[in-house]
């Protein structure tokens, strides 16, 4: 049974820190039943950010391996990128695409917004799926050359036991498509 709970009451909002692009926020909450705390928060850009689904074919997505500052690794994953001022996700997915993987799609469809781990980060991921690519290419802010790796949907077992694979939103939106693209949503 799902009971409705009443949201806790902010007491207090207080910014730590800043950096180019995070805040590191402090918030006072007061729970309905009169238990206070304070949590810390990191919070991003509201408008958050987009992970590209590019579809070479049907069958195929285009990953990409680059250089992962948190795990300080190289990881293989799907392109993603922050939403500029302006532009829409659709704009941004596509933009993004082209700048990190030579490509623009003819279509472009936003399946769904997730989080990672809200409890302290408020940041939302914008997943769009993109078909009937083309080549296109615009220059990033990358600072290095990004490697683009083709890989078969039908072989996504054997990818996410890799040990280059453990972005959590890559991996959960490369189930969402491999659904899609077999008509199982």
């Avoid at 709970?5 to 007491?11: D, F, G, V, Y």
């Avoid at 074919?57 to 690794?73: H, K």
């Avoid at 990881?75 to 993603?80: C, F, G, H, N, S």
């Avoid at 030579?102 to 781990?117: E, F, N, P, Q, W």
Wanted: glycine share 6%; with cysteine.
């Amino acid at each position: 049974m799902n009971k409705k709970q009443t949201p806790p009451q902010i007491t207090k909002r207080e910014v730590c820190t800043k950096s180019r692009l995070f805040t590191v926020e402090t918030i006072g909450l007061r729970f309905s039943n009169g238990t206070e705390v304070e949590w810390e928060r990191l919070t991003g850009s509201k408008r958050g950010a987009v992970l590209i689904v590019p579809m070479l074919d049907a069958e195929t997505v285009l990953l990409i391996r680059e250089y992962a500052a948190g795990v300080e690794r190289y990881e293989l994953a799907l392109p993603k990128g922050k939403i500029d001022d302006g532009e829409s996700i659709i704009d941004a997915a596509n933009r993004e695409m082209m700048e990190e993987i030579g490509y623009g799609a003819k279509h472009l469809r936003h399946i769904d917004s997730v989080t990672v781990a809200p409890g302290y980060l408020s940041h939302t991921t914008h997943i769009v799926l993109c078909s009937e690519l083309y080549p296109k290419k615009l220059e990033g802010d990358e600072p290095e050359e990004i490697e683009v790796v083709p890989w078969k949907l039908n072989k996504l077992n054997e990818l996410i036991v890799r040990d280059d694979v453990t972005e959590a939103r890559t991996i959960a939106a490369l189930y969402m498509v491999r659904d899609i693209m077999r008509g199982d949503v």
